[in-house]
């Protein structure tokens, strides 16, 4: 390629292309020298080189720097490594265009350097050009779109950047850094995005010009104060993070007018009070995150029924009543969290029929009551199933042998997409409508509790599987059924009223890491194919009456013994080791044949009392019977001793003739040996 020297522009984003681009590179920059060595000053001459989202690797070449007429260079998302130095755009003066995002890349100029070109865009998100806020930037008075995120710069943002007198870009991400201190005001300037999440920034919220705002990132600093007002002319804004600082007040009423708002998240922050009721039910919403806040009341209708909503999270809040009749409507949504909180009544059966799409279904410690509904079943993507700490009752539905999702032992690579949701952001145009500006990607994730521990998922969220039904008040005997679920990762069941055993088809859940049958009334012998589990790293099923051996085989004898305490009569490696095999076997076999329930034990310890005291009866009442009969009836007691002389003289006789014989017996031997 490097003969075409006439190519203006080279675009070959979004491919598999490997290897380093030195040879490439020194191609182009020969065009640009004459056959004497002199510059060429023809009219060639590469323009335009992206290569982004491809597999470069190696370093950057500084003869990068002889494409002197480069206006746009995007090398954006490879495996680029090395560092940049001034060498590398000493000629570079018609730069407008500069992207090394995502590699491995470290920007190393003087503190004084100032840069040939005047760029309208330098994109160098992870790159490295800390520790002190880039000065280079004073030069570029028309920068409009500038990420510096997880540049490794600190300390507080330079006073120039934020002077009305300096062009701040409209599209600003300084995110994933630890800038500090307290924003000024910013109403001079037109943010159309802005992205300031994961740094250090503290105090109040500080003043937008609202009018262009169309995505705003504050998440994760540790802002205070309420929501203020000047957000409700914000009228185009569609992403909305405020998560994770410390806000206070209640949600703003003017937030149900943004009927452009894709997303709004201000979890995790210290708001209260009940939910405005106006939301228009021709909003935008696909993503909605109010978790680990304050919130109190019942949940407003309008606030579920989106036809767009793919992501509810209400989690750890106050919210009561009944499940919203509306969340029907809902049927695009993919995760619905409402664990913690104070909501009540029964599961509806709904859930099943209308909200085909949901992949997390997540009601834990909340007062539901009742059983669970069999539809649920019918929720073919559900993966997630969090239905721990309520009051439910009733049995395990047979039908959950039908979770499609969980039935199938493969990863559900496919289904990433329904996690991260990719919106695409509008700029408002008066004569063209609406018209495709950029985009923003979302990552929903979620708390799951199991091997004991509460971890959160992202990334790694599309490939759990789980089912929780812990600290309820279920019974009957674990469902056969449930044995189908090939793909289930985390099964607890602990803290209920299970009874009979443990399925011996158990061994078919072979993606099986943590099991957790532990405070039930389970009784028998723990299955030997629970060995063949391979994948199983947290076991417990202690506190129930299982009795045997434990299955000798796989990872069992590794767990800690804990895994099998309190049980009845349980024994081997890595409890104490069984005294008597046989006792034991007996001891299963009538701990099988026998009730169910924890006071099994007892029940048998009572059988056993009663059988001794029956015969020691029997024994007493039988030979007092004999003794009374002989007392009372003369006849009897005559004709009784009278045998026993007739068998004493009977037995004495023949003794004495026995004597006799051998008296006689032993004289004749002597006088034969003499």
């Given at each position: 390629m490097g003969n075409l020297c006439n190519l203006q522009s080279l675009i070959l984003d979004d491919n598999f292309i490997s290897g380093d681009i030195h040879d490439l590179v020194d191609g182009f920059s020969k065009c640009r020298v004459n056959k004497d060595g002199s510059a060429s000053?023809?009219?060639?001459?590469?323009?335009?080189?992206?290569?982004?989202?491809?597999?470069?690797?190696?370093?950057?070449?500084?003869?990068?720097?002889?494409?002197?007429?480069?206006?746009?260079?995007?090398?954006?998302?490879?495996?680029?490594?090395?560092?940049?130095?001034?060498?590398?755009?000493?000629?570079?003066?018609?730069?407008?265009?500069?992207?090394?995002?995502?590699?491995?890349?470290?920007?190393?100029?003087?503190?004084?350097?100032?840069?040939?070109?005047?760029?309208?865009?330098i994109r160098m998100c992870s790159c490295k050009l800390g520790p002190v806020f880039p000065i280079w930037l004073k030069t570029q008075i028309k920068l409009n779109d500038l990420c510096l995120s997880d540049a490794g710069i600190s300390g507080s943002v330079p006073a120039w950047f934020w002077d009305p007198s300096f062009v701040t870009p409209s599209l600003l991400n300084l995110s994933h850094n630890s800038l500090e201190g307290m924003l000024p005001t910013l109403k001079t300037h037109g943010f159309t995005l802005l992205d300031l999440s994961s740094n250090k920034f503290e105090g109040l919220l500080p003043e937008f010009d609202p009018t262009l705002l169309l995505v705003i990132y504050l998440n994760n600093n540790s802002f205070s104060g309420s929501i203020p007002s000047y957000f409700a002319a914000a009228t185009h804004i569609q992403v909305f993070s405020l998560s994770d600082n410390h806000i206070n007040g209640s949600i703003p009423s003017f937030f149900c007018n943004l009927t452009y708002l894709t997303l709004l998240d201000v979890s995790n922050n210290d708001m209260s009070g009940g939910l405005p009721h106006c939301w228009d039910p021709t909003s935008n919403l696909e993503i909605i995150d109010l978790s680990d806040n304050n919130f109190t009341g019942k949940i407003p209708d309008g606030l579920v029924s989106f036809t767009n909503l793919r992501s509810l999270h209400l989690r750890k809040n106050g919210f009561s009543g009944d499940l919203p009749l509306s969340l029907k409507k809902a049927n695009k949504l993919v995760t619905l969290d409402f664990g913690e909180n104070k909501l009540s009544g029964s599961i509806p059966t709904w859930i099943g029929e209308n909200l085909s799409s949901l992949i997390v279904l997540c009601l834990r410690s909340n007062l539901f009551e009742g059983i669970i509904p069999e539809q649920i079943a019918k929720l073919s993507s559900l993966q997630i199933l969090d239905l721990a700490h309520n009051n439910l009752s009733g049995c395990i539905p047979h039908s959950f042998g039908d979770f499609k999702a969980m039935v199938v032992t493969t990863t559900h690579n496919g289904w990433w997409s329904l996690f991260s949701i990719l919106s695409d952001i509008y700029y408002p145009c008066s004569m063209c409508g609406r018209v495709p500006y950029s985009n923003f990607s979302y990552s929903d994730s979620l708390l799951i509790t199991t091997k004991g521990l509460q971890m959160e998922y992202t990334k790694l969220l599309s490939l759990v599987t789980s089912i929780d039904l812990s600290n309820n008040k279920l019974s009957c005997e674990l469902p056969e059924e449930l044995t189908r679920l090939h793909g289930l990762h985390f099964l607890n069941l602990s803290y209920n009223h299970f009874n009979g055993k443990i399925p011996e088809s158990i061994s078919d859940m072979e993606q099986l890491e943590s099991l957790d049958l532990s405070d039930n009334n389970l009784f028998g012998t723990i299955p030997s194919s629970i060995s063949t589990l391979n994948f199983l790293s947290h076991l417990n099923i202690s506190h129930n009456n299982l009795s045997g051996k434990v299955p000798l085989g796989g990872q069992l004898q590794t767990f800690d013994p804990s895994a099998y305490n309190w049980n009845h009569d349980l024994c081997g490696s890595p409890l104490q080791n069984c005294a008597n095999e046989t006792q034991i076997s007996l001891g299963a076999n009538k701990e099988e044949g026998k009730g169910e329930g924890k006071g099994e034990g007892k029940g048998d310890w009572l059988e056993m009392l009663w059988l001794y005291i029956g015969l020691a009866m029997g024994y007493i009442t039988g030979f007092w019977m004999i003794i009374s009969i002989i007392m009372i009836k003369q006849t009897i007691r005559i004709a009784y001793f009278r045998s026993i002389d007739k068998v004493y003289d009977c037995l004495y006789l023949k003794m004495l003739m026995y004597s006799r014989r051998l008296k006689s017996t032993f004289p004749r031997r002597n006088e034969a040996q003499a």
């Open positions: 000053e023809s009219s060639g001459g590469l323009q335009e080189l992206s290569l982004r989202n491809n597999r470069l690797n190696g370093t950057v070449p500084e003869k990068i720097s002889q494409l002197s007429k480069l206006g746009k260079l995007d090398l954006s998302s490879n495996s680029l490594v090395g560092l940049l130095t001034e060498s590398h755009f000493a000629n570079l003066a018609n730069l407008d265009f500069v992207g090394f995002s995502y590699n491995l890349l470290q920007l190393n100029v003087s503190e004084n350097w100032k840069p040939p070109f005047n760029c309208s865009t």
